[in-house]
């Protein structure tokens, strides 16, 4: 065998060796995955956690190839971690960061999960739409707060903006913040209380789409407005 056939044997011979390892390794990590997440479902007493770890768990696993040179502990708490009943958030507000704590609130029957800042906002279920609002009325003189969030199941993106398009007049553009999406902004004039319109637009990763309409007026868009879009960055999508 001469020297270039040899190299390229030893070469397949490591990858093969290699490939073997690394399935071991999966093989461990997932075993120990299920045995640690049983052992939560009988210490916990809210069975939807238990099924948005599984889906966290199998998105963290397949995104992340580094995964497999990682502790098993290491990975089985990363994964208990992924939806904790609260979290704490830091919210940039003119200059500095607010640390918050932000509450799961289990929206897993209409396909997400969101936490939200319920110091000062509450989450309302409509027919329709779910409508994250002020916790509190605002006076009379402020015009109205709120992020609505609409599942159209059977419309996919490139439809569901073409329809806001016609309707309110609007351009959407890609952002990624504060998620990646497709967006579009309104004004109502130039006052402190004019009326802001923003509209995000994404995949529900089903065919359909999820719009997020967030309301709120000029002078709030370095309060209210930041606030809105922090607690749309804790939108997850999940299984049934």
Do not use: C
Request: glycine share 4%; net charge negative; hydrophobic share 30%.
């Amino acid at each position: 065998m001469d020297n270039n056939k040899f190299e390229r044997y030893i070469e397949k011979t490591l990858k093969e060796e290699e490939y073997k390892v690394d399935e071991l390794q999966k093989e461990r990590m997932w075993q120990e995955l299920e045995e640690q997440l049983s052992f939560e479902k009988e210490k916990k007493k809210k069975p939807y956690w238990i099924g948005l770890v599984s889906t966290a768990a199998a998105i963290l696993i397949l995104a992340s190839g580094l995964l497999f040179t990682t502790p098993g502990h290491a990975l089985v708490d990363t994964v208990i971690k992924w939806f904790e009943p609260e979290k704490q958030v830091k919210i940039p507000m003119e200059g500095s960061e607010e640390e918050e704590t932000a509450t799961l609130n289990d929206q897993s029957e209409k396909g997400y999960v969101i936490y939200v800042d319920e110091e000062h906002y509450k989450l309302e279920e409509h027919e329709k739409y779910d409508l994250i609002t002020t916790k509190e009325p605002l006076p009379e003189q402020y015009p109205e707060v709120s992020m609505k969030i609409i599942h159209e199941k059977d419309q996919p993106v490139e439809d569901t903006i073409r329809q806001l398009e016609a309707e309110y007049d609007l351009t959407f553009e890609s952002t990624d913040y504060p998620i990646d999406a497709q967006t579009a902004r309104t004004i109502d004039g130039q006052e402190w209380n004019s009326p802001v319109n923003r509209f995000f637009v994404i995949s529900d990763k089903n065919g359909g789409s999820y719009i997020f309409h967030q309301k709120y007026f000029l002078e709030a868009s370095e309060g209210h407005g930041v606030r809105l879009s922090e607690m749309l960055k804790e939108f997850h999508i999940v299984e049934k």
